[in-house]
T-cell receptor
Framework: SQQGEEDPQALSIQEGENATMNCSYK?????LQWYRQNSGRGLVHLIL?????REKHSGRLRVTLDTSKKSSSLLITASRAADTASYFC???????????FGSGTQLTVLP | DGGITQSPKYLFRKEGQNVTLSCEQN?????MYWYRQDPGQGLRLIYY???????QKGDIAEGYSVSREKKESFPLTVTSAQKNPTAFYLC?????????????????FGAGTRLSVL
C-alpha cells in the first residue's frame, strides 16, 4: 500500500536553481525519511525528520514536516547535474519497523 | 551501496524456471527486506525478516519465497508461480531499532538485481 505520494512526479530544472519536492502521507507517523536513487542503483538514505521537528538541514538539503497537513517537502538548493536522480519519501508502517515508500519524484538537473 | 551485496546484477529467467537472487550484508543488521520496483514506480515490499529463522510476507509475496538461515544472508527465490517477474529487485537491511537503543530505522540498500524473462 502506498503511504507517501510525491509531487511532482517529474521535475526538470537548470543547474544552480532550487528543486522542491513534496510528499503527502495518510496516517500518523513518528518520523519521515527521504531517499535518493540514481538510475539503475539502490536507494541511499538522505535525511530523517522526527514528528516533533518542523525543519531539518543537511548540507544543501532542507526538509520540512507539517504533521497537521500530513506533508513533507525536500528542498535541494543550488542544484547540480549530479543531483539528477529519483527522490522518495518513506514512512514507518506495520509493527516490524517496515518502511512504505512513495512513488518518487524524478529530478533532472540540466547543465 | 554500503555493506550490502546483491548478485547477480542481471538475471534472465526461462519460463517455468525458479531463480534465486542473493543478498549478503556485513553490517550486523538484524532486519532484512526484499523490494520489487517496476519502471517509474516506487518500492513494494515482498518479504522481510527481523531475526534469523523468521520472516514475514510483505504486500506482494505471492510467487516468491525466502529463507533466513544466517544473519548475513537473505536470498529471494522467484518461483515459476510469479507470472510477471520482470522487475528491479532491491535488498535492504536495518538495525531494527532494538540494538542499540533508540536507533532509527534507516534502511541500507544493495545495488539491485534486474530480472528479465527470456
Amino acid at each position: 500500500s502506498q503511504q507517501g505520494e510525491e509531487d511532482p512526479q517529474a521535475l526538470s530544472i537548470q543547474e544552480g536553481e532550487n528543486a522542491t519536492m513534496n510528499c503527502s502521507y495518510k496516517t500518523s507517523i513518528n518520523n519521515l525519511q527521504w531517499y535518493r536513487q540514481n538510475s539503475g542503483r539502490g536507494l541511499v538514505h538522505l535525511i530523517l525528520i522526527r514528528s516533533n521537528e518542523r525543519e531539518k538541514h543537511s548540507g544543501r538539503l532542507r526538509v520540512t514536516l507539517d504533521t497537521s497537513k500530513k506533508s513533507s517537502s525536500l528542498l535541494i538548493t543550488a542544484s547540480r547535474a549530479a543531483d539528477t536522480a529519483s527522490y522518495f519519501c518513506a514512512t514507518p508502517s506495520g509493527s516490524a519497523r517496515q518502511l512504505t515508500f512513495g512513488s518518487g519524484t524524478q529530478l533532472t538537473v540540466l547543465p | 551501496d554500503g555493506g550490502i551485496t546483491q548478485s547477480p546484477k542481471y538475471l534472465f529467467r526461462k519460463e517455468g524456471q525458479n531463480v534465486t537472487l542473493s543478498c549478503e550484508q556485513n553490517l550486523n543488521h538484524d532486519a532484512m527486506y526484499w523490494y520489487r520496483q517496476d519502471p517509474g514506480q516506487g518500492l513494494r515490499l515482498i518479504y522481510y525478516s527481523q531475526i534469523v529463522n523468521d520472516f514475514q510476507k510483505g504486500d506482494i509475496a505471492e510467487g516468491y519465497s525466502v529463507s533466513r538461515e544466517k544473519k548475513e544472508s537473505f536470498p529471494l527465490t522467484v518461483t515459476s508461480a510469479q507470472k510477471n517477474p520482470t522487475a528491479f529487485y532491491l535488498c535492504a537491511s536495518s538495525n531494527s531499532g532494538r540494538n542499540p537503543p533508540g536507533a532509527k530505522n534507516i534502511q541500507y540498500f544493495g545495488a539491485g538485481t534486474r530480472l528479465s524473462v527470456l
